[in-house]
């Protein structure tokens, strides 16, 4: 899993994933929310 994988995935994000193995966000999502306790490598404010 990569970093901004991670990064979506914690923030509530959808990941898709293509026939060719890339990966990529679906376009109007409404789940996105900040994490509670933050990310290891972003710092929220």
Same mark, same amino acid.
């Given at each position: =899993? #990569?970093? +901004? =994988? #991670? *990064? @979506? $995935? &914690? @923030? %509530? &994000? =959808? !990941?898709? !994933?293509d026939e060719t %193995?890339?990966? *990529? &966000?679906?376009t109007k999502q409404?789940? *996105? $929310? *900040?994490?509670? %306790? %933050?990310?290891? +490598?972003y710092n929220f =404010?």
């Open positions: =899993e #990569s970093d +901004m =994988e #991670s *990064f @979506c $995935n &914690l @923030c %509530g &994000l =959808e !990941t898709i !994933t %193995g890339k990966k *990529f &966000l679906p409404n789940s *996105f $929310n *900040f994490p509670k %306790g %933050g990310h290891p +490598m =404010e």
